[in-house]
C-alpha cells in the first residue's frame, strides 16, 4: 500500500514536472515572487526574466539548477510583478542595476556566478557581461539581436507618445502562442508606451561591442520566434568575442520558450553547459 502512494506520487511529482500549466495552477501565489535556492557545490546562477514578465517565468528552470547543486537567484526587475503604472517612470539602467545587485548577492556564497535571461533579461545579461569579466558564463534565450520591424514599431511608438497615449494593450496574432502559455498569463498585459522605447534601448546598447564580452556563451532561440529578428542569434554568436560559444535552436516553441518548453532536454542542455565551462 505505502509502494503504491510512493509511485502514485512520484508519477503525479512527474506530470506536474513535466506540464508547466499544471504547476502554475499549484504556484499562482508564487508568480510575481524574486526566489533564492541554496545550492552546495559552490556555484551560482542569476537568471533574469523578460520585460513585463516576472521571476516565474524562470523559476522552473532554477528549481531544476538547484537539484544539480547549483544556488540559483531568480530577480524581479523594477516595475515588474505589481501593475504596469510602475514601470511608467523606469529606465533601462534601473533594470541593469538589478542584474548588478544580484550577481553581487551571489558573489557572497559562490565562487563562480552565471548569468541566464531570457528575451530581454538576456539583453542585460549581455549588457552586463561587457562591465563584469568575472562572469563565469552566459546562458541567452529568446534574446533580440534586432526586434521584428524594429524600425517601423519605433516610429509608431513616438506617434503615440506624441498623441499623448501613454498605454497600450498587447496584441497577439494567433501564431504568437496560445493564450495559456505561462509568459502570457503571468506578464502585463497593458503597458506603458514609454516603456517600449526602454526595451529598445536596451537591445540597441547592447549591440554596441558585443566583440568585447569573452565569457562563455550558450544562445538558445526558437525557430518560430515571431518578436525577434530571425537572424538574431546568428548575430549575436557572430559578433560576441567568446572564445567558447555554442548556439542551440528550439524547435516549435514560442517566443520566450523556457517556461512552457515541456522538452527536458532543454534544461539538460543548459545544465551541460554550465557544467562544461
Not at 535556492?37 to 516565474?56: A, M
Not at 509568459?183 to 536596451?202: G, K, M, W
Not at 518548453?261 to 557544467?275: A, P, S
Request: charged share 25%; with cysteine; net charge positive.
Amino acid at each position: 500500500m505505502v509502494k503504491g502512494i510512493i509511485k502514485f506520487a512520484e508519477k503525479a511529482k512527474n506530470i506536474i514536472f513535466a506540464d508547466p500549466n499544471l504547476l502554475y495552477k499549484e504556484q499562482r501565489h508564487l508568480v510575481n515572487k524574486p526566489f533564492f535556492f541554496v545550492g552546495n557545490n559552490g556555484k551560482g546562477v542569476l537568471l533574469v526574466h523578460g520585460w513585463t514578465s516576472t521571476p516565474y517565468e524562470v523559476r522552473r528552470l532554477g528549481k531544476y539548477l538547484n537539484e544539480s547543486g547549483y544556488t540559483v537567484l531568480g530577480i524581479q526587475l523594477a516595475g515588474h510583478g505589481t501593475v504596469p503604472k510602475d514601470l511608467e517612470d523606469l529606465k533601462w539602467q534601473d533594470w541593469l542595476r538589478d542584474v548588478q545587485n544580484g550577481y553581487m548577492e551571489l558573489k557572497k556564497t559562490c565562487d563562480k556566478v552565471y548569468i541566464g535571461g531570457t528575451s530581454i533579461g538576456g539583453n542585460l545579461a549581455l549588457l552586463f557581461a561587457k562591465e563584469q569579466k568575472d562572469i563565469a558564463g552566459l546562458v541567452i534565450m529568446a534574446t533580440p539581436y534586432k526586434m521584428r520591424f524594429e524600425s517601423l514599431g519605433l516610429f509608431f511608438i513616438k506617434i503615440m507618445l506624441k498623441l499623448k497615449k501613454k498605454y497600450r494593450r498587447k496584441f497577439y496574432p494567433p501564431t504568437f502562442g496560445l493564450s495559456t502559455t505561462i509568459t502570457r498569463l503571468i506578464s502585463y498585459q497593458t503597458y506603458p508606451v514609454a516603456s517600449v522605447l526602454q526595451a529598445f534601448e536596451i537591445v540597441r546598447e547592447m549591440r554596441k561591442d558585443l566583440a568585447v564580452i569573452s565569457q562563455p556563451v550558450l544562445i538558445m532561440q526558437s525557430t518560430h520566434d515571431h518578436i525577434v529578428e530571425k537572424n538574431s542569434m546568428e548575430n549575436i554568436y557572430k559578433k560576441v568575442g567568446s572564445e567558447i560559444k555554442k548556439k542551440i535552436y528550439i524547435k516549435k516553441a514560442y517566443h520566450t520558450f523556457i517556461s512552457d518548453i515541456k522538452n527536458e532536454h532543454v534544461f539538460e542542455d543548459i545544465l551541460r553547459f554550465l557544467e562544461d565551462n
